[in-house]
């Protein structure tokens, strides 16, 4: 069946280094695909999306890579501060809109 | 600012209640979804709508009901609960009309005990 999961379920950064933080997902017919970032407390917000026909989109610090021959995304972040700390998913869409999100990585970013 | 809200934000009850979850939007949105989420896990769809005469079920739609009332409300039921439905639980919505009609804004989340 389709599914989003994460190679790491935390990672911890030092201030001012970058973060990658990864994703594989299984459906190789999924067109469109985003990163979400959860801080405690409070709903998913929306980092960044990309689309199946494109290998990288860049946002404000962060980074979105996409290799559909391994089906793996990843989250660049650079220059991470102590405000990205969050739990940040993937998440695919799939043929119906829905969106199938991942377990989900923690990000701890040390002073 | 236009905005999605859920109340209530924190609510205990037990086995066997009756509980409603109430999510509302000024997004001007069409299409509403639930979400749960178990700790430590990724969010699961429940139920969504992309009109106010549309219902579809999600992944996890056994043991919840839901109604769209208007275009800004969309509520979730829990007709008898029980322990394992204890999760976070959260609204979301999109455009299908924009320039990114697939981002999904959510909600704050209503936590949910069952004892």
């Known amino acids: 069946g389709e599914s989003v999961g994460l190679h790491l379920p935390t990672l911890s950064v030092q201030e001012g280094d970058n973060s990658i933080i990864n994703c594989a997902y299984s459906n190789s017919a999924s067109d469109y695909f985003i990163w979400y970032k959860q801080e405690s407390g409070k709903g998913p917000q929306f980092i960044i999306d990309?689309?199946?026909?494109?290998d990288k989109r860049q946002g404000q610090r962060v980074t979105v890579l996409l290799n559909k021959t391994v089906k793996h995304l990843s989250l660049q972040i650079a220059a991470t501060q102590p405000g990205d700390s969050a739990v940040y998913f993937c998440a695919e869409m799939d043929s119906s809109y829905k969106l199938i999100f991942g377990s989900g990585t923690r990000l701890l970013v040390r002073p | 600012d236009a905005d999605v809200t859920q109340t209530p934000r924190n609510r205990i009850t037990k086995t066997g209640k009756r509980i409603m979850l109430e999510c509302s939007q000024t997004?001007?949105?069409?299409?509403m979804y639930w979400y749960r989420q178990d700790p430590g896990l990724g969010l699961q769809l429940i139920y969504y709508?992309?009109?106010?005469?549309?219902?579809n079920k999600g992944e996890i739609s056994d043991g919840y009901s839901v109604s769209r009332q208007a275009q800004a409300k969309f509520s979730l039921s829990l007709e008898s609960a029980i322990p394992n439905q204890t999760a976070l639980y959260f609204c979301a919505t999109s455009d299908p009309t924009s320039e990114d009609y697939n981002e999904q804004f959510f909600g704050p989340g209503t936590r949910l005990t069952v004892l």
């Open positions: 997004k001007g949105h069409d299409r």
């Open positions: 990309i689309r199946s026909n494109m």
């Open positions: 709508s992309f009109d106010v005469k549309d219902i």
